[in-house]
């Protein structure tokens, strides 16, 4: 086995963007006592595209890092407020062992801030405005060393962490390349002034239709506390329109068809519209090769279900933080690898199977029958409701009600994404 023969380091690890997915990462392994590298591209605080509601998985994820969701910014929220067919109906967070049942909101303007301010509390050093460019390489094994920055800095690692994002300069600098066979969503978002601003639940609305034609995906209207509401919508590529689609001119004329009094104007708007891929069930792979570890989008760790990626990210995170503090401490080059090598097993172990089953859900709904007739008769059925956010949620007990242990079954006897 060929392992790196570079001594030199700046670092135990490097971990490249400060998202959810990076300062969780560098969080876990700073506190397991490595020294820790993370750089972001931009300066805090900075916008990001996303729709800024948080699901229990998430929650718990911020609660076990310390983070204070008490303090002023953070706004709660019951469960989901479902709407389609003409019904409407108030889903609360079930209530589990596992996780906490309520859900929070914040903006990510500050969210990553918060998370990165946290990894730097716990010992990370934290630099800001450094933009990397690609993976340095060691000449005899292939291994990645460090990384090079756009200012011709060179940065040096026993690991480098790629939390990067979908466009991962990284991973591609590694020659790892998005698979075609993974659903790929869109997010475009806005911010309204609005009475909407203040609600115990995120409000989730099931059709979406361009003329006469019902898409695959999803609006929201999440409301942020401080006045103002997030209003976007998430679509999927499983439908034949997704590339003929006006993402944006689509949300426009959404919200010119809500009530009037809501307020969703242009003169109301606060912020442009503006979208983001979102890379599903892991759309890039593998997670680990040749030193280097894909955490969040990076690897494509985003919920097809619902497409949640924030919960995903900081829990990928956390794993590979606990298997590269396996791998350094104690081992010999030959075990080190042998350890990192086991982490897109323990990913697949944990989310492949259910990954699997989101495929084949925005498969399905990528058939405009399938979507009208889910919205139709599944909605006036509270108790499918309740199987469904548990389903679309990934909220489920190990040894849980029946409902937990379909959903789990289910899970295991699919094959790993």
Known sequence: MTVPTTTQTDA???????????SATAFYLARSGLDVLLLEKTRFPREKVCGDGLTPRA???LLQMGIDIDAPGWVRNKGLRVVGGGLRFDLDWPHLERFPDFGLVRTRQDFDQILAANAAASGV??????????????????????????DGAEYRSRLVVAADGNSTRLALGMGLHKREDRPMGVAVRTYFESPRHDDDYLEIWLELWAEDRLLPGYGWIFGVGDGTAN??????????????????????????????????????????IRGAALPMAFNRQPHYTRGLLLVGDSGGSINPFNGEGIAYAMETGEIAAEIIVKALKGTTPAQRERTLRTYPGVLKDAYGGYFTLGKWFVEAIGRPEVMRFG?????????LMRFAIKLLGNLTDRRGD????IINALSKVAPPA
């Open 12 to 22: 135990d690890v490097i971990v490249v963007g400060a998202g959810p997915a990076g």
């Open 59 to 61: 929650v718990k994820q």
């Open 125 to 150: 050093r934290v630099m800001e405005g450094v933009t990397v460019t690609g993976p340095i390489l060691d000449d005899r094994s292939g291994h990645i060393v460090g990384v090079t920055t756009k």
């Open 231 to 272: 209003v976007g919508l998430g679509l999927l590529n499983t439908s034949a329109q997704f590339k003929n689609i006006d993402y944006r001119d689509l949300l426009r004329r959404w919200c010119k068809a809500m009530p009037a009094e809501w307020g969703f104007t242009e003169e109301n708007m606060t912020a442009p």
């Open 375 to 383: 919205t139709r008769h599944g909605l006036p059925h509270p108790r």
């Open 402 to 405: 029946a409902s937990d242990m």
